[in-house]
Nanobody
């Protein structure tokens, strides 16, 4: 499985960004997809995930602000990020594993290259 993340950038606090992650090399509808982020000097943290069945889970820190979605026809998972805060600044990674999603980065087998999100105050 190859994952290509895109959509990061610099945005002011309160703004929005949409990240995309395009997958190839596997039947996308059978993949669980997750988004994680890593700020400088910190561990990689769970953000959101969606299973093959479309069920979603979010970290408490992003609930109500971020939305994960998938388009199986385009082999792509999205992360819509609204009401961004400076503490959302991090490199965002998409990840994939077969069928069932997880909030543990250790359970994911495939990773994208990461995309930088910077939120200015």
């Amino acid at each position: 499985v190859q994952l290509q993340a895109s959509g990061g950038g610099l945005v002011q606090a309160g703004g929005s960004l949409r990240l995309s992650c395009a997958a190839s090399g596997y039947t996308f509808s059978r993949l669980a997809m997750g988004w994680f982020r890593q700020a400088p000097g910190k561990e990689r943290d769970f953000v959101a995930h969606t299973g093959w069945n479309g069920l979603t889970t979010y970290a408490d820190s992003v609930k109500g602000r971020f939305t994960i979605s998938r388009d199986n026809a385009k082999n792509t998972v999205y992360l819509q990020m609204n009401s961004l805060k400076p503490e959302d600044t991090a490199v965002y990674y998409c990840a994939a594993r077969a069928l069932f999603s997880s909030d543990s980065s250790l359970r994911y087998d495939y990773w994208g290259q990461g995309t930088q999100v910077t939120v200015s105050s």
